[in-house]
């Protein structure tokens, strides 16, 4: 792959970078109350497009086909909304004790949080040829995130409702009615949520740098960076494993979904919903940083593994076919 088509295929995660160093040249332009007015047109209109575009692209029948593989998604939605949050938290207690930025900290509690992301995982996934068995729920993860919150749960929710649940339901309404018709000019939804998720990454940063008091030091940044590694390669390790194990009824398919679903972080719903969750928070952008980290790391750590585990599945799916065939019978 040249040069030139390597930037394509990342221009997001180089945009992530492009956007952060603008806010640093003049953050006075995204800040709250600054030229862009962030309060309506991130806060409202920019989340509630994201949510309109999800509405817009995702595929009921496709959702229904997930949720006929029931323990599959069981399994995935446990492990990322409950052993993954809860697991973090231990991890948290032990590190409270060292000099690493708490914001950061608090940032990778946040990301334990997280759903899967239907883009990453999913094209992980279909790369190696195992099933989509995922279906996020958005709903469940920002209640879970609002109790560590200071703002009230009643705004939380009802801000919730009005910019994520209500553009959904209208996408999917429009949908419903223009199916055809996307079919057949198939819009770059990913593009476009993209886009504006970079307008809500810009304006976040605004916040931060002009905020003389957040400070970021190095020691944190690069601890945290190494934690984040660490953590997909030692979960994506154990799902491997539970999933693989001898009395599993998973097939080397459903294999491949539980290592890619069940240790992916979505940061198309994770910033706008921290946006929501954390308004008013000064080190919001601090909150956000594992998160913005996670993302490149899993897309590299997911993209170095594909030939790996398309290897071990088409051999494991060989041998299943091996053991299954009857034996012929012995000639005398």
Known sequence: MGPLERLRKEWFILGIVLVIAVARLEPGVGVKGGPLKPEITITYIAVSAIFFNSGLSLKTEELTSALMHVKLHLFVQLFTLVFFPTAIWVFLQLLSITPINEWLLKGLQTVGCMPPPVSSAVILTKAVGGNEGIVITPLLLLLFLGSSSSVPFTSIFSQLFMTVVVPLIIGQTVRRYSKDWLERRKPPFGAISSCVLLMIIYSTFCDTFANPNIDLDKFSLVVIVFIIFSIQMSFMF?????????????????????????????????????????????????????????????????????PTIKSWMVSRQKALKLTRQPKAPVKV
């Open 238 to 306: 154990l799902t491997f494993l539970f999933s693989t194990r001898s009395n599993s009824t998973f097939t080397p398919a459903d294999t491949v979904a539980i290592v890619f679903c069940s240790t992916h972080k979505s940061l198309t719903l994770g910033i706008p919903m921290l946006k929501i969750v954390f308004a008013g928070y000064e080190h919001l952008s601090l909150i956000s940083v594992p998160l913005l980290i996670y993302h490149p790391a899993q897309i590299l750590l997911g993209s170095l593994l594909v």
